[in-house]
């Protein structure tokens, strides 16, 4: 059984940073490409970054391209999004799945952005 486990949110003030992580058990990730999902309150879950399964190439949200890189450990099993320059707007709770949401969603982790 697939089980992803989201890590790293917290508060931030705006224009500060985070770095996510995700720790994968039960898949391999070397053989998926994976992708970094958030949900805000009132709105769908929305895929905002995404990885090809060596690393090789990554795909943004507009709303984040420029501020949030994804990573990934295939040696660790573990998927990271580094978010810089955080705006309220990206308060939300982050998650991490495929590329498309192949598996069950983990807990996510919650991100708020306020001064």
């Known amino acids: 059984q697939v089980q992803l486990v989201e890590s790293g949110g917290g508060l931030v003030q705006p224009g500060g940073s985070l770095r996510l992580s995700c720790a994968a058990s039960?898949?391999?990730?070397?053989?998926?490409?994976m992708g970094w999902y958030r949900q805000a309150p009132g709105k769908q879950r929305e895929l905002v970054a995404s990885i090809t399964s060596d690393g090789s190439s990554t795909n943004y949200a507009d709303s984040v391209k420029g501020r949030f890189t994804i990573s990934r450990d295939n040696a660790k099993n573990t998927v990271y999004l580094q978010m810089n320059i955080l705006k309220r707007e990206d308060t939300a709770v982050y998650y991490c799945n495929g590329d498309k949401p192949y598996y069950s969603w983990g807990q996510g982790t919650q991100v708020t952005v306020s001064s």
């Open positions: 039960g898949i391999i990730l070397r053989f998926y490409a």
